[in-house]
Antibody, heavy 119, light 103 residues
Framework: EVQLVESGGGLVQPGGSLRLSCAASGFTFSSYWMSWVRQAPGKGLEWVANIKQDGSEKYYVDSVKGRFTISRDNAKNSLYLQMNSLRAEDTAVYYC????????????WGQGTMVTVSS | EIVLTQSPATLSLSPGERATLSCRASQSVSSYLAWYQQKPGQAPRLLIY???NRATGIPARFSGSGSGTDFTLTISSLEPEDFAVYYC?????FGGGTKVEIK
């Protein structure tokens, strides 16, 4: 079964750090671009970052540039999001998603992990 | 910067009725347009990619059309499980969503 499972969310104070993980199974992880997409409580979807198959290209939404770092370990079939200098506006459910780069769509999504930034 | 505008924000319909959802781009996005369904507490599910191609396992009552700047998601006859929020997406941009609710 093709599956993505996120972990690492939780409550963190403003200015703090958190590292999210996404474990992939059921497909050749190293063959796909991967993305992180977030959703603030009661709001819509916002793409956060993506990474090429070999990690050589990474892109970020402007609001997280310089604070978040996306990475991957193809040997472990895992995707990561290191989040530093967290702000209240980063509070959201964070989803990892398989990026059908050639089709411009995200075809597989994890169940999400909640990140709450609050004092 | 491209903006995706979905309308209406809310669509109130009864089971069995036809739903027509719109997504308008501020500039041409060719046919790289996808649609997702999201139910409360669940992750989004891909319905349509490349404007008109159904994703794996998506029922035939869901169809997508359009190109350039105007796109439409049509649900031919609403089933009870179709009441949800629908998002359009182009590359790294998402529309604001349309909620399809039971009338």
């Amino acid at each position: 079964e093709v599956q993505l499972v996120e972990s690492g969310g939780g409550l963190v104070q403003p200015g703090g750090s958190l590292r999210l993980s996404c474990a992939a199974s059921g497909f050749t992880f190293s063959s796909y671009w991967m993305s992180w997409v977030r959703q603030a409580p009661g709001k819509g979807l916002e793409w956060v970052a993506n990474i090429k198959q070999d990690g050589s290209e990474k892109y970020y939404v402007d609001s997280v540039k310089g604070r978040f770092t996306i990475s991957r370990d193809n040997a472990k079939n895992s995707l990561y999001l290191q989040m530093n200098s967290l702000r209240a506006e980063d509070t959201a459910v964070y989803y990892c998603a398989r990026d059908m780069r050639t089709k411009g769509a995200f075809d597989i999504w994890g169940q999400g992990t909640m990140v709450t930034v609050s004092s | 910067e491209i903006v995706l505008t979905q309308s209406p924000a809310t669509l109130s319909l009864s089971p069995g009725e036809r739903a027509t959802l719109s997504c308008r781009a501020s500039q041409s996005v060719s046919s790289y347009l996808a649609w997702y369904q999201q139910k409360p507490g669940q992750a989004p599910r891909l319905l349509i990619y490349d404007a008109s191609n159904r994703a794996t396992g998506i029922p035939a009552r869901f169809s997508g059309s359009g190109s350039g700047t105007d796109f439409t998601l049509t649900i031919s006859s609403l089933e009870p499980e179709d009441f949800a929020v629908y998002y359009c997406q182009q590359r790294t941009l998402f529309g604001g969503g349309t909620k399809v609710e039971i009338k």
